[in-house]
């Protein structure tokens, strides 16, 4: 029988689990492999180029799923799970949900209902990220491209915007779950020179610096459940250091 005995006061922070996404060469790899004691299922390349511990790559979703009990079951010191990543891991996801229908294609049975079953797979890739939580007090990391898409914005015109480049069913469910959704990109800094005739310039010129946007705006998606900066250095060192201060 539940009671007032049985409420719980305080916060109380487990692991994180984390979802970077970005372009390509933005460091995301590198930020993973940061982190402490980090292992990667790595569903690309990349993880051999850092040079961290990384299972072999899995050919099906199947393997994926093995890997992930076996990092639960196993002991060993990791303290950190790589998903690398997550736009590569879906089409493993759509050929093991094709196989067991039959079909040829996600898109056979029509309107999207192929994406929709497919989300039962989804959800239980993320109980298999939280049980490597929950079970392992493990940080998770899962990387992922980005994609630029066309935003319907009921509030306004529509605008383009950097999204996860999966399906948006899939995305949907690794939103809801995660932390911190945090686009990767380089510092950028406007700068306006003189044309003549009263005429000015705006060019938007990068400084080289590697940042993580944490909370969303219309160029980008982004979330975070905890008081952080909206921008941080693309470090796990700075964004740890945010998420876990007494401040």
């Not at 250095?233 to 876990?244: M, S």
Request: proline content about 6%; glycine content about 6%.
């Amino acid at each position: 029988m539940v009671s007032l005995k049985d409420v719980v006061s305080g916060a109380a922070t487990k692991s994180p689990r984390v979802l970077a996404y970005g372009p390509p060469g933005v460091g995301k790899t590198t930020f993973g492999a940061s982190a402490p004691k980090p292992i990667f299922i790595q569903t690309e390349d990349g993880a051999d180029i850092v040079g961290a511990d990384r299972l072999p790559r899995p050919d099906t979703y199947a393997d994926v799923e093995a890997q992930l009990e076996m990092i639960i079951k196993e002991d060993h010191d990791y303290s950190t799970l790589v998903i690398d990543s997550l736009d590569w891991l879906e089409p493993l996801v759509y050929k093991h949900v094709c196989e067991a229908h039959k079909w040829k294609h996600i898109e056979d049975p029509g309107y999207g209902k192929g994406y929709q079953i497919a989300g039962d797979v989804w959800r239980r890739f993320v109980s298999g990220i939280n049980a490597v939580r929950d079970q392992k007090n493990m940080i998770v990391i899962i990387l992922a491209h980005s994609q630029v898409k066309r935003f319907e914005d009921p509030d306004s015109e529509p605008y383009d915007r950097y999204e996860i480049k999966t399906h948006k069913n899939a995305s949907a469910v690794m939103m809801e779950h995660c932390d911190l959704i945090g686009f990767c990109t380089y510092q950028t800094t406007v700068k306006q020179t003189d044309t003549g005739f009263g005429r000015k310039r705006t060019r938007a010129m990068s400084t080289g610096e590697r940042v993580i946007k944490t909370q969303a705006a219309p160029a980008f998606i982004a979330k975070s459940r905890y008081p952080i900066p909206a921008e941080l250095p693309l470090d796990w060192n700075a964004l740890e250091a945010a998420i876990f201060s007494k401040e």
